[in-house]
């Protein structure tokens, strides 16, 4: 399994990166188009509701249907995966047809809730108020019918993990962002920046037929069936509705910083946003490679009764994200400031100073905390997925938030924000204890003696990378913006050699496996 699961991470890495430039070229291109605009505000706003269906919709789907579909296909049973998959198809599509036609008939009064805040601001006219609310009401009506695409993409994306396919599913993201980049040569010259609405809601389109090939590749059909009254599916009922809570209730976290923050000062909000921008980053690369791929072999040991397997991947999932974050954690410590200059800062011309630098890396050292906790969290969520037990996800998460919002106000008058993002790493932490300590009642011990020997080396290569970056941190000044960026570029690759040469010397076997298999593809990118 390990070489399975380590073959599908290194696909899901590289496709992450190669999506998240795509991204960054489809943000460039609205900015270049249409700046800071009102009529950007009003995209922002409209486009705020097709983005949070797609956080949680497409992995609660996954989380929802692989159980059944990877038990089916264990025990043989493939016909009735097909005829599940035409269900649950057509389930889902009109559940989320209805949802997209309300959301069409009240996107007025959505919009209204959406701009809610900006009623007493000065900074816009009433008539640019009321023309952003007009903009607003029209784009959002656009890409409601992204609802329906977006449940699509969640329906197959599941059914190829359980398939043990990555790839495909990866690349529709992609394939999203160049339908949407692609909108601003067809439409934007014509239709404004509602070309860019269309391009989304035709982004999320082609992002779900881009998968339609490889589903009747493996023989499903789209053929709808309402036979809904079987037993599959009121599994999959019952566990509909904990897990789409409890994936509603991790994206609370996206809003607990602004009002948190909101009254300690100017910049602070916006810092905590940036910092959460950087700190994400690892989280899409590292963690969904790793969770993903071991979440089908979870399902298959728990349906086979093979315990002992299904602990062996876990301990195999948290060996990994480890490796791979820890010395992240330590970089985010060691120079989070540089880290910030690298992404955010343009020169003393740009609006992003060096006062902005400091207030944003003072957020990121605090939430980096956290790192390791969350992606433990996730991988410990998936395994209660695979057992079929939701109720305990959603209330560790609940608990979760509970102890982030207390920590935070507790600490906010020492940390100010940074007691914010460290009241945030605190509630991961406690969400991943909670379900630790359930699942240790559910399947017995199940973080083995291979973990801590790994965890052992990873710290001593990381505190022996941390000195390394801290001393040419302290030693070497460069002038000039770009020439820093450059250095700080070096920086980060120089301390990841350090770090994984650490380990390879302590004969650490993931260390070897991760770098052969990276090593491995670039050998074969260049012969081919």
Same mark, same amino acid.
């Given at each position: $399994?390990?070489?399975? !699961? ?33 009529? !950007? ?56 047809? !209805? ?14 809730? $959406?701009?809610? $805040?900006?009623?007493?601001?000065? /900074? ?86 881009? $998968? ?10 789209? !053929? ?136 944003? /890396? ?20 998936? /395994? ?87 001393? /040419? ?56």
């Amino acid at each position: $399994m390990a070489q399975t !699961v380590l073959r599908s991470a290194a696909v899901i890495i590289i496709v992450t990166l190669v999506g998240r430039v795509v991204g960054l070229l489809r943000e460039t291109l609205l900015a270049y188009h249409f700046g800071t605009s009102f009529a !950007v505000d009003a995209y922002r706003y409209a486009f705020a509701i097709p983005t949070m269906i797609f956080l949680f919709v497409p992995g609660a789907l996954n989380a929802i249907f692989v159980p059944s579909v990877k038990s089916m296909l264990v025990e043989n049973r493939r016909e009735e995966a097909q005829a599940l998959f035409r269900k649950m198809l057509t389930v889902t599509t009109l559940i989320y047809f !209805v949802i997209m036609v309300f959301g069409m008939l009240f996107s007025r009064e959505i919009m209204q809730v $959406m701009t809610f $805040m900006q009623q007493n601001s000065e /900074a816009i006219t009433p008539e640019q108020r009321a023309q952003q609310l007009e903009m607003g009401t029209r784009m959002l009506q656009m890409m409601w019918p992204s609802a329906v695409f977006i449940a699509l993409i969640g329906v197959f994306q599941a059914t190829l993990n359980a398939h043990q396919q990555f790839f495909i599913p990866q690349m529709s993201t992609v394939v999203n962002s160049v339908v949407v980049c692609a909108a601003y040569l067809l439409f934007v010259p014509f239709y404004d920046i509602y070309g860019v609405a269309i391009g989304t809601t035709l982004g999320f389109l082609f992002a779900a037929l881009s $998968m339609a090939y490889s589903i009747k590749k493996e023989q499903y059909s789209f !053929v709808p069936d309402f036979r809904w009254k079987d037993e599959e599916m009121k599994k999959i009922g019952e566990r509909f509705l904990p897990i789409m809570l409890g994936s509603l209730i991790t994206q609370v976290y996206t809003f607990i910083y602004p009002v948190l923050a909101s009254g300690l000062g100017p910049g602070r909000v916006a810092a905590l946003g940036y910092a959460n921008t950087i700190y994400q980053l690892p989280m899409a690369i590292f963690v969904a490679a790793f969770t993903l791929p071991i979440y089908p072999y979870l399902v298959e040991y728990f349906t086979k009764g093979e315990l002992d397997k299904m602990k062996q991947s876990i301990t195999e999932g948290m060996r990994y994200l480890f490796i791979l974050l820890v010395p992240v954690t330590v970089a985010m410590a060691i120079i989070p400031d540089e880290l910030v200059s690298l992404l955010f800062y343009t020169g003393p011309r740009g609006e992003f100073n060096l006062q902005s630098i400091e207030l944003t /890396a003072t957020a990121l050292l605090y939430m980096g905390i956290g790192l390791f906790f969350l992606a433990v969290r996730d991988l410990l969520t998936r /395994a209660f997925y695979a057992m079929e037990n939701t109720k305990i996800t959603v209330i560790a998460a609940v608990v979760g938030i509970i102890i982030n919002v207390v920590f935070s106000l507790a600490l906010i008058p020492y940390l100010s924000h940074g007691g914010v993002a460290l009241g945030t790493s605190l509630g991961s932490l406690a969400n991943m204890l909670l379900l630790a300590f359930f699942l240790r009642r559910s399947i017995g011990s199940f973080v083995q003696r291979e973990f801590w020997m790994t965890a052992g080396k990873t710290v001593v290569a990381a505190a022996v990378m941390g000195v390394g970056l801290y001393a /040419a941190t302290s030693l070497l000044v460069f002038q000039g913006v770009w020439v820093q960026k450059m250095y700080i570029i070096f920086l980060i690759a120089a301390g990841a050699g350090v770090f994984f040469a650490t380990l390879v010397m302590m004969r650490e076997p993931l260390a070897v496996q991760i770098i052969g298999r990276f090593s491995g593809k670039i050998v074969k990118r260049k012969r081919g």
